[in-house]
């Protein structure tokens, strides 16, 4: 009991914490492949761009509020010049294009983050300390705070998917973007502001996480693995299995880590992962025809 | 109303259309027939806007179309029910349709709902399934949808292709008596069609493609008494 309450329950918390900002991350991601046609290999790097942007509006303002606001803001302005100048002239050619241009703009973007603010580990103080006592134990507050957050954001998500028009434009020009155009639907326009939510919720992510992880520049690196991960588990460009994936994967690296050490994790993971291709090839919610 | 002159069009480098030519005059119906592979749903992709044309001027009440892209030439007033429908699948009935409206003038409720009676009036199935999955609906319910679609936004000129495709003969009679009823509500309609009997009871006019190129004009009589249509379309 004692084990449970001191070790296993926080440890569970942790993942649920730890998977709700990855379900962020990974959200942005299934949304642009369902777009693009391709993963985003520059997503990790929006989310470091967030934790860094963090940095320089704490630093100007002293108020970790005022970066929530303003460091997603200045990255979804990153995210849309991004898709403007580099993206929106590769969208009819082969999808392998736009896999390479991304995996080129993460090196430029994880560079230049090294150019501007160093390669040294950075922290980010938590906006409030103390802990709450709960089920029995007590647990940061922050953390807590966290895991709301996070679930309010997907909450969300959720109802801008479902209950406006715009994520109704969406998800139409993820099934058809051509027909949409041709419906009187300026394409090109939803493309970039998706784009740049995505880059938004990325960098959010980031900085939410920020005061738990250290920043630097290759912090991107390792997160992008697992949310590629999560995504081809929640079925590649299925939403509500990109959001499931990321709490059973967040829920597996925390519990995973009780018993060994951080390597023997990710090879878990990745056989988790290969477990569950087997068993359903298109992942969780995969649709018919997404990866034939 | 729609005008168009010498357009050459194609995938890539592989060329299709062949300096196609011809004229839809406001409030007509005007069929285009030709056997599969022609190129008659290449020419309804590029007057759309899907496609650019290499050469040649696609003109719509004397506006130049060809350099424009796909929404705009919705805004102006061109609606596709396109080959296979192409229905958003994962948008219930009514986002779909709500869909329709972006190429109106306004967005207004008053308009969307005046506009959805309307189509209700037409399609009564499509009230009846109006929550469901645009995937839930057999071929001849999305047939209807795409049509719908183009109606909510107030097409003037729609360009149907093959809309009765793969349908049941009650379903062909209503999207025929629907075509008659559009162009009845002042529509103009370029109808695709492998159906040539049904296609040349419906319009006026009909123009025969082959190999990219149009090959023969005529009234739809005497397109239905003419040994050409036979020839060119083997019916
Ligand atoms: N996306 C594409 N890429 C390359 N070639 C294409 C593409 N779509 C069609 N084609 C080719 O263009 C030619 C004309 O096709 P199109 O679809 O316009 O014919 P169609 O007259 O509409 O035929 P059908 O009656 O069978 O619908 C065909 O040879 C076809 O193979
Ligand atoms: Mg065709």
Redesign the interface.
């Known amino acids: 009991m004692d084990y449970v309450v001191a070790v296993l329950l926080p440890q569970l918390l942790h993942g649920l914490v730890f998977g709700a900002a990855l379900g962020l991350l990974a959200l942005g991601l299934t949304v642009i492949f369902g777009l693009l046609g391709v993963m985003n290999f520059a997503h990790g790097e929006l989310y470091m761009l967030g934790a860094y942007a963090g940095i320089a509006v704490i630093g100007m303002t002293h108020s970790f509020w005022a970066a929530l606001v303003v460091a997603p803001l200045a990255v979804g302005a990153i995210g849309a010049l991004t898709e403007v100048t580099t993206l929106r002239p590769l969208y009819r050619r082969e999808p392998l294009y736009g896999l390479i241009l991304t995996f080129g703009l993460a090196l430029v973007f994880r560079e230049g983050a090294r150019q501007i603010w160093g390669g040294d580990m950075r922290r980010i103080m938590p906006p409030f300390t103390g802990s709450t006592p709960l089920l029995g134990m007590t647990y940061p507050n922050y953390r807590l705070f966290l895991l709301v957050a996070s679930s309010v954001l997907l909450l969300a998500i959720w109802l801008f998917f479902t209950r406006t028009?715009a994520g109704?434009?969406v998800?139409?020009a993820v099934?058809?973007a051509?027909?949409?155009?041709?419906?009187?639907?300026?394409?090109?326009r939803v493309f970039t502001l998706t784009f740049a939510g995505s880059a938004a919720l990325a960098a959010l992510a980031g900085l939410l996480l920020a005061p738990i992880f250290t920043v630097y520049p290759q912090m991107g690196v390792e997160m992008i693995l697992l949310a590629f991960i999560v995504v081809i588990l929640g079925g590649m460009g299925s939403m509500g299995g990109s959001v499931v994936a990321a709490v059973v994967i967040g829920l597996a690296q925390s519990l995973l880590t009780l018993w060994m050490n951080p390597q023997r994790v990710a090879i878990a993971i990745f056989t988790i992962m290969i477990v569950i291709l087997i068993v359903r090839p298109r992942g969780f919610f995969g649709r018919e025809g997404v990866l034939e | 109303m729609l005008t168009i002159k010498d357009v050459h069009a194609g995938y890539g480098a592989t060329p299709i259309l062949f300096g196609v030519s011809l004229e839809v005059r406001a409030g007509e119906a005007v069929a285009l027939l030709g056997r599969n592979g022609m190129g008659k749903t290449t020419l309804m992709k590029t007057v759309?806007?899907?496609l650019k044309p290499r050469r040649g001027t696609i003109e719509l009440d004397g506006v130049d179309l060809t350099r424009r892209?796909?929404?705009e030439?919705?805004?102006l007033g061109v609606g596709?029910v396109?080959e296979n429908r192409?229905v958003?699948?994962?948008?219930s009935v009514r986002?779909n349709l709500?869909?329709?409206l972006?190429?109106?003038p306004d967005r207004s409720a008053a308009l969307r709902s005046r506009r959805l009676d309307d189509v209700f009036h037409h399609f009564p199935r499509l009230r009846e399934r109006i929550e469901q999955p645009g995937k839930t609906l057999s071929g001849g319910e999305q047939q209807m949808l795409a049509i719908a679609?183009v109606m909510m936004?107030g097409a003037r000129l729609i360009l149907m292709d093959e809309p009765t495709q793969g349908l049941a003969p009650a379903f062909i009679r209503h999207i025929r008596d629907m075509i008659s009823e559009l162009k009845r509500l002042g529509v103009t309609v370029l109808l695709v069609e492998q159906n040539a009997r049904v296609a040349l009871a419906v319009c006026d006019r009909g123009y025969i493609m082959e190999k990219g190129s149009i090959v023969f004009e005529a009234s739809s009589r005497e397109l239905r008494e003419s040994p050409v249509t036979r020839e060119k379309l083997g019916v």
């Open positions: 028009r109704v434009l998800r139409a099934q058809d051509e027909m949409l155009d041709g419906l009187g639907v300026n394409v090109p | 759309m806007g899907f892209a796909p929404h030439i919705a805004r596709l396109p192409r958003f699948a994962g948008l986002e709500e869909l329709g972006s190429a109106a679609r936004a």
